[in-house]
């Protein structure tokens, strides 16, 4: 068995609310084991026997089946989590007053002319750092302020994300034993 933490995309925003003893039960009725969520946003522990790919896939389905809309699912190992809360895209002066570091979670690293589209994106407000499948959002003002948000990310991109504070990663990164 191996350690797996789930960002899933679209849970308890409006309209969809879900409760976490509910998304835990239909993660062990998948044969998922040790199942625990970490607030309630979608962030899921569990250990598994398949392959991330073919997980996401089979999480994705019975999730769609049972709760009648899509939620993408992203999956990463402690280790793979540990090197994301580890990994410093700014640089200590590029921080500033910032009020959040974001992280958004990818499928797959991002193609030069995705990255290019979200480049472009770059404000006083808002810059953006890729690394491997994920990407760094430095918000230097509050979300309210900016006219950036996850869903123009993900049209920036072309792909699904979902996105997680820092703080929310690093937390998790310590909670699955990296």
Known sequence: MTRHIAFLRAINITGRSLKMGRLRALLAEMGLVNVATFIASGNVLFDAGDAAEALEKRIEAH?????GFEV?????????????????????DQ??????????FLKQEPDPAATARLMA??????DFAIHGREVYWLRRTQQSETNFAGAT????????????SITTVR????????
Do not use: N, W
């Open 63 to 67: 999730l769609r089946d049972a709760l």
């Open 72 to 92: 993408a699912t992203f999956l990463r190992s402690p280790a793979q989590l540990a090197a994301v809360a580890a990994h410093q895209p700014f640089a200590k």
């Open 95 to 104: 921080l500033g007053a910032a009020f959040g570091l974001m992280v958004a």
């Open 121 to 126: 994106y770059r404000r006083a407000s808002d």
């Open 153 to 164: 990310l993900e049209r920036a991109l072309g792909m699904p994300a979902t996105v997680r």
């Open 171 to 178: 937390k998790l990164a310590v909670i699955s034993g990296q």
